[in-house]
């Protein structure tokens, strides 16, 4: 299993950055694919993600409403718009696939991930 991450950089806040995530070569029969994401002295938290099989995307509360999640149409990948960055969105951001079994959205947004990608480091500073 490859999961292929691009994107990041530099962003001012207020600005926008787009991730992307192409997977191969998994198997799964109900895959859930996303983001987690992890700065500096803080344990790796849920961002967004989702369920392949029907494209419903889930998020974290704290990137609701300036995150958007998508999928391209003929290929396995997935886009992680991000507006409106905050600099609290700083972070390594990693792209993950799991089972949608076991996706949980509260108290927190989280999958068991089988897959990661390598770290995107998305910067937001004035």
């Known amino acids: 299993v490859q999961l292929q991450a691009s994107g990041g950089g530099l962003a001012r806040p207020g600005g926008s950055l787009r991730l992307s995530c192409t997977a191969s070569g998994f198997e799964m029969d109900y895959p859930v694919m996303g983001w987690f994401r992890q700065a500096p002295a803080r344990e790796r938290e849920g961002v967004a993600c989702m369920a392949l099989y029907n494209r419903t995307t889930y998020y974290a509360d704290s990137v609701k409403g300036r995150f958007t999640v998508s999928r391209s149409t003929y290929m396995d990948t997935l886009y992680l718009q991000m507006n409106d960055l905050k600099v609290e969105d700083t972070a390594v951001y990693f792209c993950?696939?799991?089972?949608?079994?076991?996706?949980?959205?509260?108290?927190?947004?989280?999958?068991?991930?089988?897959?990661w990608g390598q770290g995107t480091l998305v910067t937001v500073s004035s």
């Open positions: 993950a696939i799991g089972e949608l079994r076991t996706l949980a959205t509260s108290p927190k947004l989280k999958y068991d991930v089988d897959h």
